[in-house]
């Protein structure tokens, strides 16, 4: 889409007649995929969109959630990128990754004190500390589920390193039966899983 600004058509078929147009709803595409070919840039660009967007949607079909089909919860038994995402975030949680929030709390504290800090805006900070936390990923995630944990909790540092809340629509786009529930209920649940270290 790159190649394309960003732009794509719909054509609309009506017995026999069709109509085309070109839609420019896309500002911005980054590409998340694993086997990408700057994974920690495209990371990087990802978390500085995940931070500041107001409306984050999500079109994916019944199996993208990774649930158990008799339960309806999370997998975590037996899919293979929920596994991958939980450790991913646990160890970030557990780890570098509140370390990290404390040092530039302090740090934003102290800005007056560095030479080098005292003329960031907050946007340039912002920046500064989510290259650092594009550092700590060993990978992008691989979930739906895990893509939203990333979105939620980045706004959520970067809301503790600038002090502004960041409120965002998550917006399931799903042709499924209560899809905005059964969203709230995965992410919740993934969170929790997260939070059990």
């Known amino acids: 889409m790159h190649d394309q600004d960003n732009m794509y058509t719909l054509t609309m078929l009506d017995y026999g007649n069709s109509k085309t147009e070109l839609l420019g709803s896309n ?10 070919e700057n994974p920690k840039e495209d990371l990087l660009e990802s978390l500085r969109l995940l931070v500041n967007a107001k409306v984050i949607t999500l079109t994916v079909t019944e199996k993208g959630y990774n649930q158990e089909s008799k339960t309806g919860s999370l ?7 929920l596994q991958h995402d939980l ?3 646990r160890d970030l949680v ?4 509140e370390n990290l929030t404390k040092h530039y709390l302090d740090e934003k504290k102290n800005r007056g004190a560095n030479e080098n800090e005292k003329d960031l805006s907050a946007d340039q ?3 500064k ?3 650092k936390l594009a550092k700590f990923f060993p990978a992008v995630p ?15 540092l970067a809301g503790c390193i600038d002090g502004k809340c960041r409120p965002v629509t998550l917006l399931c786009c799903d042709n ?19 939070r059990r270290i």
């Open 27 to 36: 500002l911005k595409l980054v590409y998340g995929g694993s086997d990408s």
């Open 75 to 81: 997998d975590f038994e037996n899919d293979k990128f």
């Open 87 to 89: 450790g991913m975030f």
């Open 94 to 97: 557990k780890n570098e990754v």
């Open 125 to 127: 900070l912002q920046d």
């Open 129 to 131: 500390v989510l290259a």
């Open 142 to 156: 691989q979930s739906s589920v895990g893509w939203l944990f990333l979105a939620l909790y980045s706004r959520y």
């Open 176 to 194: 499924l039966t209560a899809n905005g529930d059964m969203l709230k209920r995965l992410v919740t649940e993934f969170v929790d899983a997260v």
